[in-house]
C-alpha cells in the first residue's frame, strides 16, 4: 500500500556531511510521522530522529546538534542532514513513517524502508 525509498548514503571521511532522503508513495491520504532509524553489525536498531505532523523534531543524545530532521509534506519526504560525522556513525539508516491511509475507513499503516548504508573511514 505504501513504498518507502531512501537514498543518499555512502563512504564519507570524519567530519564530513551527508543528506540522507525518504520518499513515501502510494496511498497516502497524510502522514503523521517520519523517523530516522540507524543499525550497525552486532548492535540494535536504535532511533536517530523522528519528526512529527506539526515538525517538530526529536534528537537522539549521540547526534544533537550534529543531524538535522527535515520533512516536505507535499513530496512525501524526510530528510537527515548529518553534519560533523564520526566513526560511530556508520551503519545502515533507515526510514519508519506512519500515515494515514486513503478510503472512507482512513486506516493506519506504518512500515520500513530498505535501508541506505553511510560508511565514515579515512
Known amino acids: 500500500q505504501v513504498q518507502l525509498v531512501e537514498s543518499g548514503g555512502g563512504l564519507v571521511q570524519p567530519g564530513g556531511s551527508l543528506r540522507l532522503s525518504c520518499a513515501a508513495s502510494?496511498?497516502?491520504?497524510?502522514?503523521?510521522?517520519m523517523a530516522w532509524y540507524r543499525q550497525a553489525p552486532g548492535k540494535e536498531r536504535e532511533l536517530v530522529a523522528i519528526?512529527?505532523?506539526?515538525?517538530?523534531?526529536s534528537y537522539s543524545d549521540s547526534v544533537k546538534g550534529r543531524f538535522t530532521i527535515s520533512r516536505n509534506n507535499p513530496k512525501n519526504t524526510v530528510y537527515l542532514q548529518m553534519n560533523s560525522l564520526r566513526n560511530e556513525d556508520p551503519a545502515v539508516y533507515f526510514c519508519?513513517?506512519?500515515?494515514?491511509?486513503?478510503?472512507?475507513?482512513?486506516?493506519?499503516?506504518?512500515?520500513w524502508g530498505k535501508g541506505t548504508l553511510v560508511t565514515v573511514s579515512s
Open positions: 519508519y513513517v506512519r500515515c494515514r491511509l486513503d478510503g472512507i475507513f482512513g486506516n493506519t499503516w506504518s512500515g
Open positions: 502510494g496511498s497516502i491520504f497524510s502522514i503523521n510521522s
Open positions: 519528526i512529527a505532523s506539526d515538525e517538530s523534531p
